[in-house]
T-cell receptor, first 113, second 113 residues
Framework: GQQLNQSPQSMFIQEGEDVSMNCTSSSIFNTWLWYKQDPGEGPVLLIALYKAGELTSNGRLTAQFGITRKDSFLNISASIPSDVGIYFCAGQREGGSNYKLTFGKGTLLTVNP | DAGVIQSPRHEVTEMGQEVTLRCKPISGHNSLFWYRQTMMRGLELLIYFNNNVPIDDSGMPEDRFSAKMPNASFSTLKIQPSEPRDSAVYFC???????????FGDGTRLSIL
């Protein structure tokens, strides 16, 4: 199905560095979600964004809902080894199919201790 | 609080066998989703239930796939007969309602030989 453009595809960083990833779309979304998936586990919800321009933090994570409603970014500050995993963005539209999530392809994050 | 519970975590079976995957959603959630995740296609929505009623099964790949939700705390996804191309990780997710973020289980890793 349709996917969001998520970048970068992968990142290799040193422990303590900050990380930024983003998702863009040609369509407007009503809600942006960010998930993290560890190997052998399911995606875990990190942050949910509901309003254009909204900036929300969850510990060292900060995410923003773009003003145009077509993009979102996720920042991780002072990365630690347990931040390793795949990060997915997901968008949710208005309307009758608003239960459907459109997913990005994920950003694989590796943190070198 | 208990999250979405799926069983089994791993299933290996031979082609042609029937496979049944099980899901217990988070208590109080009225929306339940089944997804399939593969490297090639990412996360694909198979079917969506609302208040135990199937609302959208357009993602079910073939008639070999069926899903039921006999009550608010249990759902099954059945594949009969199974084929090697069905090998994937199958996730169940639930949400408070169709508008709220979805929470995923840890998945069933299915291998059809």
């Amino acid at each position: 199905g349709q996917q969001l453009n998520q970048s970068p595809q992968s990142m290799f960083i040193q422990e303590g560095e900050d990380v930024s990833m983003n998702c863009t779309s040609s369509s407007i979304f009503n809600t942006w979600l960010w998930y993290k998936q560890d190997p052998g586990e399911g995606p875990v919800l990190l942050i949910a964004l509901y309003k254009a321009g909204e900036l929300t933090s969850n510990g060292r994570l900060t995410a923003q809902f773009g003003i145009t409603r077509k993009d979102s970014f996720l920042n991780i500050s002072a990365s630690i080894p347990s931040d390793v995993g795949i990060y997915f963005c997901a968008g949710q539209r208005e309307g009758g199919s608003n239960y459907k999530l459109t997913f990005g392809k994920g950003t694989l994050l590796t943190v070198n201790p | 609080d208990a999250g979405v519970i799926q069983s089994p975590r791993h299933e290996v079976t031979e082609m042609g066998q029937e496979v049944t995957l099980r899901c217990k959603p988070i208590s109080g959630h009225n929306s339940l989703f089944w997804y399939r995740q593969t490297m090639m296609r990412g996360l694909e929505l198979l079917i969506y239930f609302n208040n135990n009623v199937p609302i959208d099964d357009s993602g079910m790949p073939e008639d070999r796939f069926s899903a039921k939700m006999p009550n608010a705390s249990f759902s099954t996804l059945k594949i009969q007969p199974s084929e090697p191309r069905d090998s994937a990780v199958y996730f169940c997710a639930s949400s408070f309602d169709r508008y709220r973020p979805q929470h995923f289980g840890d998945g069933t890793r299915l291998s059809i030989l």
